[in-house]
């Protein structure tokens, strides 16, 4: 897997899901958002990470007995063990929120491991505890079944799709209260540097409209003023 460097990470930590959105839209990639999925509390941090990933296909009745948790290879099980530290565990679970992909129990394995998030594009069961677990977790609903109701745990850390998003092992994972969305990996560094510049200038543009200012030659900075202005803004703020 590919490794994060710290200044990369603690970068994107600061940064937006929607200014990522835009930088990965100027690059032509328009569906790397996951969708239908939310944060379980408002309160949590924003979620940066790795992709590990486990993938569900649909159940089999004579496969998914809830004998099967007594095999410390079953993959839902063996994913929360080898997830790493630093990185967001991503479930496939072909949008189906009818069952649970996980439970508090698991997701709090998972925060005692040091991983930084946990994503289903189906849902969570126990979700009022792990929302005060403090975790980054995002899902689509709870739902109470259990995931061998109708999900069958069959791979770790392959390409997976996960709301309607392609997720590779080692792309880089961002999630704040606007939803999640992919950074392919190769992409991240430089993701991140644009994405850490735009963000101050939007908050320079933020600070502008607050007081006043027309949107019109300011964003997009089409007025020479403002390239001008918003140096001074950095100089004086230290950003």
Not at 23 to 30: E, V
Not at 104 to 116: E, K, M, P, Y
Request: aromatic residues 6%.
């Amino acid at each position: 897997m590919t490794r994060l460097s710290t200044a990369t990470r603690n970068k994107l930590k600061t940064v937006s899901t929607a200014t990522v959105a835009t930088a990965l839209f100027k690059r032509g990639l328009r569906i790397q958002c996951i969708q239908n999925v939310h944060p379980l509390s408002p309160e949590q941090s924003t979620m940066v990470g790795e992709a590990f990933t486990l993938r569900y296909i649909p159940a089999r009745e004579d496969l998914n007995t809830i004998e099967v948790f007594r095999d410390r290879g079953h993959p839902q099980r063996k994913a929360v063990e080898d997830c790493p530290p630093g990185a967001v565990l991503v479930m496939d679970s072909r949008k189906d929120a009818r069952a649970a992909s996980a439970g508090a129990i698991l997701v709090s394995r998972l925060q005692q491991r040091g991983v930084a998030g946990v994503v289903t594009d189906g849902g969570f069961r126990d979700a009022a505890d792990i929302a005060k677990l403090g975790i980054p977790a995002f899902h689509q609903r709870p739902s109470a079944p259990t995931n061998l109701t109708l999900h069958h745990a069959i791979e770790i850390n392959g390409p997976i799709a996960c709301g309607d998003a392609p997720v590779f092992p080692g792309d880089v994972i961002l999630g704040d209260s606007d939803g999640v969305i992919v950074i392919p990996a190769h992409l991240a560094d430089e993701i991140a540097e644009e994405t850490f510049e735009m963000t101050a200038f939007e908050d320079f543009v933020a600070e502008q409209v607050a007081n006043g200012r027309s949107i019109l030659g300011l964003y997009p900075a089409t007025d020479p003023q403002t390239p001008q202005d918003f140096a001074a803004w950095r100089a004086k703020n230290g950003r």
